[in-house]
Nanobody
Framework: VQLQASGGGLVQAGGSLRLSCSASGRAFSDCYMGWFRQAPGTEREFVAAISRSGRVTNYADSVKGRFTISRDNARNTVYLQMNSLKPDDTAVYYC???????????????????WGQGTQVTVSS
């Protein structure tokens, strides 16, 4: 499975960005997906996750109400809409996928087998 993340960039505080992650190599609708981020000197942290169908989502408290995860199984793509961005949101953002049966989604980065290359998001104050 190959994941390709895009959409990062430089934005002022209060602005918005939409990240995309396209997948190939295996049936996209069979995997649950997640977004994680990693700032310099910190561990990679959970941001959001979505179930195979897209009906179930989960967010880190720090982004709840500002970020929205969604997916388009026909386009093999998962999105992360980020609004009201803050300087603390600055990080490299990674998409991840896993096909573990019986799991709706996961907030644990160790439960994802496939990772994209990351896209930089920088929020200026």
């Amino acid at each position: 499975v190959q994941l390709q993340a895009s959409g990062g960039g430089l934005v002022q505080a209060g602005g918005s960005l939409r990240l995309s992650c396209s997948a190939s190599g295996r049936a996209f609708s069979d995997c649950y997906m997640g977004w994680f981020r990693q700032a310099p000197g910190t561990e990679r942290e959970f941001v959001a996750a979505i179930s195979r169908s897209g009906r179930v989502t989960n967010y880190a408290d720090s982004v709840k109400g500002r970020f929205t995860i969604s997916r388009d199984n026909a386009r093999n793509t998962v999105y992360l809409q980020m609004n009201s961005l803050k300087p603390d949101d600055t990080a490299v953002y990674y998409c991840a996928a896993d096909y573990r049966p019986g799991v709706t989604f996961s907030k644990d980065r160790y439960e994802y087998e496939y990772w994209g290359q990351g896209t930089q998001v920088t929020v200026s104050s």
